[in-house]
């Protein structure tokens, strides 16, 4: 990252800007750094000032406390004014929850577009999200940063082997240092249900894209993401999964960030 701003409460946040045109601000999920999204720049800068940023806790950004979704939206809003003062926001996953929540506060949002924000929709999944809070917090408290990713990875629906032997790679140590930003996320997410009063106050366009070939659940949640705003489109790409091909996802964005 070669440019930061300050966010409202002074945490410097590390961000860097590829082509030229309206600005489009791109919004990691959990475990991730800028660099996760940064493939989908290559795609949209043909179009637009793409903007990649890690979040604060996370790669070159700084951090404080205590932690607030709001300070998130901030970091946002800073983003934002370091561009022109307006831009279009894509979030992928719980990343897809903060821009939601950034342009329900009523930031200079042009449109919006999400990708598989993990909403429950199902019975239980507020209960399931509670427990999960309380696990979560109970790991990262007692500094048990490895078993806070094991609990992430099992909520995401990781097989038990495919986790035991993630922490035996050399990817692992990374995984527990970005490990607190885990609470982050998950409150960015709120109780896990779809907040509909929220997505209602929502002025903006938004496109809520969903993959063909994700669980049945979780193209749910991204419709009725769509059906809660006033102006939502919802769109599934045919063979795509929650790991979705910038390639595929790129023309799809332009299309709407450009209309």
Same mark, same amino acid.
């Given at each position: 990252?070669?440019?930061?701003? #300050?966010?409202?409460?002074?945490? !410097? @946040?590390?961000?860097?800007?590829?082509?030229?045109?309206?600005?489009?601000?791109?919004?990691?999920?959990?475990?991730?750094?800028?660099?996760?999204?940064?493939?989908? /720049?290559?795609?949209?800068?043909?179009?637009?000032?793409?903007?990649?940023?890690?979040?604060?806790?996370?790669?070159?950004?700084?951090?404080?406390?205590?932690?607030?979704?709001?300070?998130?939206?901030?970091?946002?809003?800073?983003?934002?004014?370091?561009?022109?003062?307006?831009?279009?926001?894509?979030?992928?996953? !719980?990343?897809? /929850?903060?821009?939601?929540?950034?342009?329900?506060?009523?930031?200079?949002?042009?449109?919006?577009?999400?990708?598989?924000?993990?909403? $429950?929709?199902?019975?239980?999944?507020?209960?399931?999200?509670?427990?999960?809070?309380?696990?979560?917090?109970? $790991?990262?408290?007692?500094?048990?940063?490895?078993?806070?990713?094991?609990?992430?990875?099992?909520?995401?629906?990781?097989?038990?082997?495919?986790?035991?032997? /993630?922490?035996?790679?050399?990817?692992?140590?990374?995984?527990?240092? @970005?490990?607190?930003?885990?609470?982050?996320? #998950?409150?960015?997410?709120?109780?896990?249900?779809?907040?509909?009063?929220?997505?209602?106050? @929502?002025?903006?366009?938004?496109?809520?894209?969903?993959?063909?070939?994700?669980?049945?659940?979780?193209?749910? $949640?991204?419709?009725?993401?769509?059906?809660?705003?006033?102006?939502?489109?919802?769109?599934?790409?045919?063979?795509?999964?929650?790991?979705?091909?910038?390639?595929?996802?790129?023309?799809?964005? $332009?299309?709407?960030?450009? /209309?």
């Amino acid at each position: 990252m070669d440019k930061h701003t #300050n966010s409202a409460d002074g945490t !410097s @946040i590390a961000y860097e800007t590829s082509g030229d045109g309206p600005a489009v601000i791109l919004v990691s999920g959990a475990m991730s750094t800028g660099g996760t999204v940064a493939p989908l /720049a290559v795609p949209l800068s043909e179009r637009f000032r793409v903007v990649v940023y890690d979040r604060r806790g996370r790669g070159q950004s700084g951090d404080a406390s205590p932690y607030a979704v709001e300070r998130e939206v901030e970091d946002l809003a800073a983003l934002i004014d370091a561009v022109g003062g307006e831009a279009a926001l894509y979030g992928t996953s !719980s990343g897809g /929850a903060l821009v939601l929540r950034a342009a329900a506060s009523g930031l200079q949002v042009r449109r919006v577009a999400v990708y598989e924000v993990p909403f $429950a929709v199902y019975e239980g999944g507020a209960r399931e999200r509670a427990e999960y809070t309380e696990r979560l917090t109970e $790991a990262l408290d007692e500094g048990r940063r490895g078993d806070a990713v094991e609990l992430f990875l099992r909520m995401t629906g990781m097989a038990e082997q495919m986790i035991q032997g /993630a922490r035996q790679s050399p990817m692992w140590a990374g995984m527990e240092t @970005i490990a607190p930003s885990l609470a982050y996320d #998950n409150a960015v997410m709120g109780d896990g249900l779809v907040p509909r009063d929220r997505l209602a106050s @929502i002025t903006a366009p938004v496109l809520a894209v969903a993959g063909s070939a994700s669980p049945a659940w979780m193209r749910e $949640a991204t419709r009725t993401v769509a059906q809660s705003v006033p102006e939502g489109t919802y769109r599934s790409l045919e063979g795509q999964t929650h790991m979705v091909d910038p390639d595929v996802l790129g023309p799809v964005l $332009a299309e709407f960030f450009g /209309a």
